[in-house]
Every structure is written in C-alpha cells, then in structure tokens.
C-alpha cells in the first residue's frame, strides 16, 4: 500500500508546483501606445534602460521642428524599461519589464499638462527632475533619421 | 516439413538478405562524387590557442582542409556529411577568409562566439562520431575573449555624433520622398508603413548599435499568443539600426541610420529559409542587399535556425515578463 501512496502524493505535489496561478504567467508583451506612433528611442547603459518617445502627427512635428514651439493638441508618451541580456544572442540586449510611462498634453503654447502614469521617471545624470525639468527633457529628443 | 529442413531454409534466406545489404552497400560507394578540398586561398590568421580550437572542433566543415575519418566516407553517412561540408562551407569557410573585410571578420565571430557559447556548433550529428570536437567552457571563453577583443569602433564618440548631427539636419531638409520603393532580390519590397506600426521591441549590439523592431498587427498578434511554429503569413518585423550616439546625459541616442532589416513571412515562397523572406535595405538610399535571389540561404538563416527556433526562427521577440508588475 504504501509502495503506491508515496509516489502519488510526489506526483500531486508535482502537478501542484507546475501550475503556476494564472496572474503570475510571464508573458510577452507588446506596449499598446494607443494611437501614438513612435519618435525616437534612447538607451541609458548606467541604469540599464531602453526608452522610447511616442506622439502624434502634431508632437512629431514639434519634434522634428526642435524649437521649442509647442501648440495645443500635441500629445508625447515617454516609455522606459529595464533591459537585460539577449537570452539567445550573446552581445545583444533587449528591453524587458516596463518601468514607466509619462505623458504629456500640450493644451496651448505654455500649459504642458504632465502625467506620470505609471512608476517612476529615471534620473537623469543622476538626478532626478522636477516636472518642468522633465517637460524640458522629454521635449529635448528629436526624431530619428528614416529615410 | 520437419524443423531442420525449416531452420536451413531459414537461414538460407538471412543469408541472402545480409549478401544483399552489404552489396548494396559497396555499390553505394560507387554512386557519389567523394568530397574534394578546393584550393586555400587565404587560411584565418588568430592567435595559437583560437587557432587550435577552429582547426580541431571547425575545420572539417568550415574549412578547404577537410580531413575526414574513414567512417565520414562511406555511404550512406558520406551523403550527410558531403551536403554539411558543402553547406558550412558556402556559410563560413576559414580557408577564404581573405575575401571577407575587417567588419565581417568581427561579425563572423561574433556568430561563431554565440555557436559555441549554445552548444550550436559543431553540429550534434558530427559530434556522435567525433565526440573530442566539442568545445570546453574553457574553449568558449577563449573564443568570446578573443572575439571581444578584436571589437571596437573605429569610429570615435566625436564623429559619430558629428555624423548624426549632419544627418538630421540633411534629413530634416529633405523635402522629396522616395517614389518607388527598392525591391530586395528575393521580391521582398520595401515599405515606410512599418514607422505607423507597433514597436514590438528594442534592442542594442554590442557597442555598434541600436534598433528598434516594429511588427504589423499579424505580426503584434502572433508574438502575444505565442504563434511561432510557425508565425502566421502576413506576418512583417522591420528592424531599423541606427548608430549610438553618446549625449550629454550618459545615454545614447539614435545616429546616423544605418538599415532596415525586413523580414516577411510567406511559407509557402521561402521554403528554403524557414518562411522567412529576408531583406535589408542599407543608408539613406536604402539599397537593398544581395545579389541573387537566394543570398538568405547562406548568409542569414542559419544562424536564425541554429539560435532563434524557440521563437520561430525570429531574434529580438519580447522577452517573457510579469504582466502585473
């Protein structure tokens, strides 16, 4: 009898421990800008993090312009994750778990309305901004060259 | 019938049989062209120890100076190893080294690094009958060393963002856009759509560069459900690389853009690279590369297959993550 208890009860446990919970499943993720379409992107190798600016048609092209003219309609999101060793190509890195995500809504030529939507902004250089500084940095990327 | 007259016959035909196996097998021999070794136009210069280890674990395939066991020469397996050679070959051939430039020297080990550090290469197959070619960890660090330090930029921090400077102010002014879009050989056709659709991931190599990969909603969708054996057709990845510009910040930043990497998925048009189309289309004139309609059979998919299958012969797929965090 118990030659047959002790290896059902390894099993049970065994099953047990290979369905993970539902909410904790690792999934692969892709970020959702809502509309938005990408800008331009930066890595950070001392913090080890990937960022990419999103907007719209009309932040793009305040963007593109870089000087520091802004109209109302503009609409940024400043996307950052962590990002790790390629697990499959050696000298390679790609992001990996979102860190944050700030937006900003330009509703005329001087009210930027800033949002931190989630987590925490990344310092820069070590310190960490105020919202103004912040506006002033995100407003600082210029698009990247595409022919 | 009595049982001694049975067990003759029986063996009778077991011995016909046998008699059968091993004259096909010697007329087999006859059927093949053996291996021949192309003249060594330029052998792989390297350090003693990196030397050693391609020349014991690599050269048999990769090489013009392939010295076969006996057992590697007789058919059947002979075919299997002929087709290997053939292959590793055309792939990567240490004994022509000489037509590869300096940057493609450093990527080839950069692929060979990423090989051994997997326990890619030498093949299984090759390493049943050859077991001493497998490579220690002691090999592969010897390997990545040296491939790390044979890396460098030679371009310095200063003109690479001098460079990035000047291309955004050209590209800022460009007014004219380009009217008909170049077409990679194998028929792959470039399209500026990719810059509306999703950023899938980003990544960076080495010090060289950086990218970001866009995917289309096939594409987006597949990559959620984890549909990659095989990846639904339709699906498109572009992967564009630009330079790494250092900023005042301590980061970097996009530079000079360098190409966009297509990969189109149409199973039943590229069957010999595993559905995938691969294009590349290079500087601001986006000249698409290759010359003949198969380059990808020798010079991208391989090493797809060997490092990427879990992801359906796809690099740079996000990376499993903590929804809830």
């Given at each position: 009898m118990m030659k047959h208890i002790i290896p059902a009860f390894a099993a049970i446990i065994i099953l047990a421990s290979c369905g993970k919970p539902a909410g904790n499943q690792l999934t692969r993720i892709v970020y959702d800008p809502h509309g938005l379409t990408l800008i331009t992107s930066s890595v950070n190798k001392h913090l080890q993090t990937m960022s990419a600016l999103y907007g719209n048609k009309e932040a793009y092209a305040a963007a593109l312009a870089g000087d520091g003219h802004h109209v109302a309609g503009e609409s940024f999101a400043f996307v950052t994750w962590q990002y790790h060793d390629d697990p499959v190509y050696y000298g390679s890195s790609i992001n990996g778990e979102l860190l944050s995500v700030e937006t900003i809504h330009v509703e005329s030529d001087t009210t930027y309305n800033y949002q931190l939507e989630k987590g925490n902004a990344q310092p820069v250089n070590g310190t960490v901004l105020n919202t103004a500084q912040r506006i002033n940095y995100i407003f600082g990327y210029k698009p990247s060259v595409m022919p | 019938m009595n049982s001694l007259t049975r067990k003759s016959k029986v063996k009778k035909v077991l011995l016909g049989i046998i008699a059968f196996v091993v004259l096909a097998v010697v007329v087999l021999q006859f059927t093949t062209q053996p291996l021949t070794n192309p003249p060594v136009t330029g052998t792989i210069e390297a350090p003693k120890e990196v030397m050693a280890i391609l020349q014991r674990s690599c050269f048999n395939c990769h090489s013009n100076e392939t010295k076969l066991a006996w057992f590697d020469k007789i058919a059947p397996l002979s075919w299997r190893v002929k087709a290997d050679v053939e292959h590793a070959r055309q792939i990567m051939n240490f004994s022509e080294w000489d037509k590869l430039g300096a940057g493609d020297r450093v990527g080839a080990f950069w692929g060979i690094t990423n090989m051994v550090k997997f326990d890619r290469m030498p093949l299984k197959g090759y390493r049943l009958l050859h077991p001493d070619a497998k490579l220690s960890p002691a090999e592969v660090e010897i390997i990545r060393k040296y491939t790390e330090s044979i890396?460098?930029?030679?371009?310095s921090d200063s003109t690479i963002v001098h460079d990035a400077q000047e291309a955004f102010a050209a590209w800022r002014k460009q007014t004219d856009t380009l009217k008909v879009f170049p077409k990679s050989p194998n028929g792959v056709v470039y399209t500026?759509?990719?810059?509306k659709w999703k950023v899938i991931s980003m990544s960076t190599l080495f010090e060289n560069s950086m990218r970001v990969i866009y995917g289309n909603d096939i594409a987006v969708k597949a990559v959620e459900n984890e549909q990659f054996h095989p990846w639904p057709d339709g699906a498109v990845v572009v992967k564009a690389v630009w330079e790494q510009a250092p900023n005042e910040y301590g980061e970097v930043r996009p530079g000079k853009f360098i190409n966009a990497q297509f990969l189109v998925k149409d199973g039943k048009q590229y069957t010999e690279t595993e559905g995938w189309g691969f294009a590349k289309f290079s500087g601001n004139n986006l000249t698409p590369y290759g010359h003949t309609a198969n380059f990808a059979t020798t010079q991208c998919i391989s090493c797809h297959r060997q490092l990427a299958e879990e992801t359906g012969y796809l690099f740079s797929v996000p990376l499993k993550v903590n929804p809830k965090q």
């Open positions: - | 890396t460098h930029n030679d371009r500026d759509e990719f810059k």
